[in-house]
């Protein structure tokens, strides 16, 4: 058997498409969303990273508004930008991009975002209200990268109510939030959480119907570890030494040839990635809304 492809870069062109009429509507309303970035530093990854956003954005119809600041940013100054974005009206969401300096408290910057702009869907107050708000829809911003691998199986006619997922990674923009999204009424998964502490790794591995593999940890999970037929999602990110050419590239946390035996795999890149960026335009767009309603 060999897997079929998750094929994010086309899902994410669809939500794009549609996000690209819902601006037009907003548009004739008179609001243009404006999507927001603050970039501290100048590490190429992350330059590149936004950049990506900015492209996005052109392509639906949002705004663009950039804030480029220099490494040696103090808390106090950085603040001060964020609580700018906060009361830009042109600005319907933004997000700062991680990693910031360590001299910088990125928890403080973080929770200064205002809740209502916070197109990562990562501040506190929206955490929060995802983990109490279980029996009424969300109205409030959602962590992109666990949106979008909900919506890369769903637009695949992939069926999650009543399966075993199994999570590997407990960082806070997947692991942590991911199961309170799949264990809602509407998705009705079961989750497990595992993590480097867990003892029996490869046995919740085996008997999971789905594996979202988000621990960094270039080829984790291999054709050993995997159900025959399950669905596995590839979201770590590492790079690694290429044995061929010697040069850095980057890795998921999937091996290659786990594709022999799931009935479905997201390839890294092409998969998760750019769900990712096509739900945070997603939240802009869906917090305009929420204001002009
Ligand atoms: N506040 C904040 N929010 C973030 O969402 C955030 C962040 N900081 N810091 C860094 C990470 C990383 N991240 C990626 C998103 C998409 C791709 C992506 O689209 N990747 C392409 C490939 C890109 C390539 O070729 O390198 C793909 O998977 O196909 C990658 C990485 C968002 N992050």
Redesign the pocket.
Known sequence: MTAKILD??ATAAEIKAELKERVSVLRERGVVPGLGTILVGDDPG?Q??VA?KHRDCAEVGIASIRRDLPADISQAELEAVVEELNDDPDCTGF?????LPPHIDTDAILELVDPAKDA?G?HPTNLGRLVLNVNRPITTPLP??PRGVIDLMLRHGIDLKGKDVVVVGRGV?VGRAIGSLLTRREFNATVTLTHTGTVDLDGHLRRADIIVAAAGVAGLVTADNVKPGAVVLDVG?SRVEDPVTGKSV?AGDVAADVAEVASWVS????????M??AL?LQNVVESAERALA
Request: glycine share 18%; net charge positive.
């Open positions: 994010g870069k992350s590149w990273y990506g997000i700062v991009q991680l990693p990562d990562l992109c990268t923009t990110v980057v390839p890294n890149p092409g998969g998760v990635g750019p990712t960026r945070l």
